[in-house]
């Protein structure tokens, strides 16, 4: 049997995640959207929903996801109320009913395996475990300063330039601490400029990871850059041309040498762990390297905060939250299968 688990992407804010969704999108047999924003906000809010065997309750939640503009289901292009419907008649699970949209936008295009890519799902893989049990994570890792310099330059970001350090170090440190604790075959991580170097090589190691042949259509993103990009996402724009190394190294022309020196005097170990050579940039300014803990200090309390607020909230949750969609996810969640149709656990 094909594999059938959901994929998701991560990685740190303007490591290429959205060429890599495009990557993937353009396999026969997978989708992935444009990002959603309904799946961590859905999960945060879970015990608002209530009760999700009532029907009414799995209607409120539908529409929650389908009508409000916050959550960008209207960027998918799919029936309103065929989607709310699915949720509806669907298991009364959260998981459930998030997975449904994700899988109706893969049936949109015909294909049967789906996912979703947003950067920021690195501080996330629990929840997204909790909701898709069989989830298999794919973590594209690019040098940090180049991470950074174009984090300063997106129309988007308003923080500071401690606040796109502390990002990139966050999502190393998850590669190296939290990934191994993931299920076993749940984890891949490949970086942006070998990626971008070999595609196929990197490509072919993906698809041995998910399970899945290896397609010569994944080398050209481009080609459906039109598709799963949207058009007002004009940072993207060089999706659509060809994968390129240019913009490697693109560093060195884009921080100025204070911003050299914060991004090698924090991330210098976490650089080298993966292979980046350091310029031999000075010890940054002391007043600077304050101001960076400040920012790193800020944003682990706020984790923390959320952690602490989520354990409490499962506390009264009043239902199970995994999906009950793929054949996994079916055996896991326990459920009776008809006679003469066994569901195999697929790798």
Same mark, same amino acid.
């Given at each position: ?12 804010p ?13 396999h ?38 389908v009508?409000?503009?916050q ?41 049967p ?22 989830a ?8 940090g300063?180049?991470c ?13 330039v ?38 196929e ?31 007002r ?7 659509y041309?060809e ?19 914060l991004?090698?005097?924090v *991330? $210098?170990? @976490? %650089?080298?762990?993966?292979?980046y050579? #350091?310029? =031999?940039? !000075? ?19 706020a ?14 949750e009043?239902n199970? *939250? $995994?999906? @009950? %969609?793929t054949?996994?996810?079916?055996? #896991?969640? =326990?459920? !009776?299968?008809p006679?003469n ?7």
């Open positions: 049997m094909k594999p059938d688990r959901p994929i998701f992407i991560l990685g740190c303007r490591s290429g995640t959205t060429m890599l969704q495009l990557m993937l999108h353009a026969p047999r997978v989708a992935i959207p444009p990002e959603t924003r309904f799946m961590v906000s859905a999960y945060q809010r879970r015990l608002q929903f209530g009760d999700l065997n009532d029907a009414e309750h799995r209607r409120e939640l539908a529409e929650w996801v009508d409000r503009h959550t960008r289901f209207h960027e998918l292009n799919l029936g309103r109320d065929e989607v709310l419907g699915q949720i509806v008649d669907g298991p009364p699970t959260l998981g459930s009913a998030l997975g449904i949209v994700l899988r109706a936008y893969a049936t949109r295009h015909g294909k395996r789906w996912g979703d890519k947003r950067p920021s799902y690195f501080q996330y893989t629990d929840v997204l475990l909790r909701l898709f049990p069989d298999q994570f794919v973590h594209l890792v690019r040098d300063r180049d950074v310099a174009s984090l300063k330059e997106m129309p988007w970001y308003n923080g500071s401690y606040s796109a350090v502390s990002a990139w170090a966050e999502a190393i440190d998850f590669a190296r601490h939290g990934a191994p604790r993931l299920p076993e075959g749940s984890y891949h991580e490949l970086r942006y400029e070998d990626l971008t170097a070999e595609p090589a990197h490509l072919r190691r993906l698809c041995e990871f998910l399970g899945e042949d290896f397609h010569p259509a994944m080398c050209d993103p481009a080609a459906v850059a039109g598709i799963a990009v949207p058009t996402k004009t940072w993207h724009a060089r999706t041309g994968v390129t190394t240019a913009r490697t190294g693109s560093w060195r022309e884009r921080l100025d040498p204070g911003e050299v020196s991004c090698e005097s *991330l $210098g170990d @976490r %650089l080298e762990t993966y292979g050579e #350091l310029s =031999g940039a !000075p010890r940054v300014e002391t007043s600077r390297l304050v101001c960076y803990e400040r920012t790193a200090a800020k944003r682990k309390l984790r923390v905060k959320r952690i602490t607020f989520d354990r409490l909230m499962r506390l009264r009043p199970p *939250l $995994g999906a @009950r %969609l054949s996994a996810q079916i055996v #896991l969640a =326990g459920v !009776p299968m006679r149709e066994p569901v195999a656990v697929t790798g």
